[in-house]
């Protein structure tokens, strides 16, 4: 199937953890996003890379480290992990010369 | 990006149609209207865009008005799978850019 795929989907960890969230696309999409919806439910845009560039970098805690090896994966690695950070984050792609954007599932992150 | 503002919840029963408001008196003239769902425990999904002529698809239609400041999303028949949190958004090039969302309209589906 074609898609966005996240993993892992659920991730419980211990404050002060280190952890990643691996996202692969096999779309051929160009431009791959991080995105953190909180408990309150809103969608907000963390980093954007563009082959394997960083475009946009919200104002993000230096804790989070994009990392894109190639233009069909962009990881995400979180150091020193906060209650604060527990929220569904969502991968997401798209193509420069098209409209439709497509998402993972989400990685429910818990950090107790 | 301009803004739009959406009805936080709408109510419709299976099977009726459903049409979604959607405001942006400020939208540009470059910019495309958009819109996405999102069902209980999953990703946005893409469910169609528009410039300034009205569009159809297999999942919805969308209604521009004539000034483009506002818009309305057209679910002909709504099933219980419709239920979701359909969000507007304006975007003003290709896929290059990130999508900024709202808080959307969560939409309730009666059987």
């Known amino acids: 199937d074609t898609a966005v795929s996240q993993t892992p989907k659920y991730l419980v960890t211990q404050m002060g953890n280190d952890k990643s969230i691996k996202c692969e696309q096999n779309l051929g999409h160009d431009t791959m996003y991080w995105y953190k919806q909180d408990s309150k439910k809103f969608l907000k845009i963390m980093f954007s890379y563009n082959n394997k560039e960083l475009i946009i970098n919200e104002t993000v805690p230096n804790r989070f480290s994009p990392k894109s090896p190639d233009k069909a994966h962009l990881n995400l690695h979180i150091n020193s992990l906060e209650l604060g950070d527990s929220a569904v984050y969502f991968c997401?792609?798209?193509?420069?010369?098209?409209?439709?954007?497509?998402f993972g599932s989400g990685t429910r992150l818990t950090v107790v | 990006d301009a803004k739009t503002t959406q009805p936080n919840s709408m109510e419709s029963n299976e099977e009726e149609p459903v049409h979604l408001p959607c405001n942006h008196s400020?939208?540009?003239?470059?910019?495309?209207i958009h819109w996405y769902r999102q069902l209980p425990s999953q990703g946005p999904e893409y469910v169609i865009h528009?410039?300034?002529s009205n569009v159809n698809n297999r999942m919805a239609s969308l209604a521009i008005a004539e000034d483009r400041k506002s818009s309305t999303l057209i679910l002909h028949r709504a099933t219980l799978r419709d239920a979701a949190v359909y969000y507007c958004i304006l975007s003003g090039d290709t896929g290059r850019r990130a999508l900024t969302f709202g808080s959307g309209t969560r939409l309730q589906v009666q059987p």
């Open positions: 997401a792609s798209s193509h420069r010369n098209s409209y439709g954007y497509t």
């Open positions: 528009g410039l300034t």
């Open positions: 400020t939208i540009s003239g470059t910019d495309y």
